[in-house]
């Protein structure tokens, strides 16, 4: 794979949003959606160009997982389809070796939730995301890529604390997160991105939900320059308490963590088009659901 090629994919597949509100279980969900970062995390378009990407997602979870990893929800289900369109573009203006991108991410949700309370179906705006700076660097080999971005998630999503299901949850969110990608070898690619998810606290339940740090990851190897073989995944371990009108949720603080692995497949159309088709099964969750999740992933140059 040539640094050209690369460089011209754009932000590979990058950071999409989808929230899915639970109420009474709001520390069970976050604005980030971890694992979608697995595709050439640390590049982004060059200066003056502008890329499409869009996310669709299904994911389907049986079980809610309590502190010790068994169900604690009878009867629970949630499904969700989101579909996630994102514009990025990067600026003619350099700041010293740094490129500078903008991006706006605008996700449409379909969920559904069977809880012992009641069940709840809703297709609506979810929270959007902003990221109005996001700098961007290359070495002079181009086989390191990386950039920064300060996000942040808005309460734009249709959110009622009398809703069995929501898909806002009424929150605003700092979102910051580092996206690296490495090319050890042209065929082999090694790509994270870092992220911690801060939240403010949900005034019409007096909910405020921990904060969490989350670790996406993909090793791929590039048979040819139109088709990458991956094993990628993510994990989420939440660090900070979840409180209710200033007093800690359960003996635990109610903090959340997941693991989930699977393989992916990418496939190049054009130098800057491609698709991903990627499966992450969920594992050692607590204080969440813990389901199985398909993504769609594809990108082109406006």
Known sequence: MTSTFTRLF??????????????ATESGQISYPFGVNTVLNGLLPPPGATQYFNYSLYYSANKFAGANGNNAVPG?????VAETPRVVHTWGATLGPFTVSSSAIVPILDLHLSTPGGTGNRAALGDVILEPLMLGYTNSSNTLFAFFSPSFAVPSGAYSANRIANTGTNTYAFLPYLSVTWFPRP????????LVETNSPDHATHYHSGAVAVLDYLVGYSVNQRLQLGVQGTFLKQFTDDTQDGVKVGSDGFRGQAVAIGPQLRYMWGPASGIV??????????????????????????
Not at 76 to 80: A, D, N
Not at 187 to 194: K, P, Q, V, Y
Request: charged letters at 15%.
């Open 10 to 23: 754009g932000a590979g597949l990058i950071a999409s949003a989808i929230a899915a509100s639970v109420h």
């Open 76 to 80: 629970f289900h949630l499904s969700v």
């Open 187 to 194: 065929a082999w690619e090694i790509s994270t991105t870092t």
């Open 277 to 302: 088709v990627k499966y992450q099964r969920e594992f050692a969750v607590r204080n969440r659901s813990q389901g199985n999740k398909l993504w769609v992933q594809f990108s082109f140059p406006l």
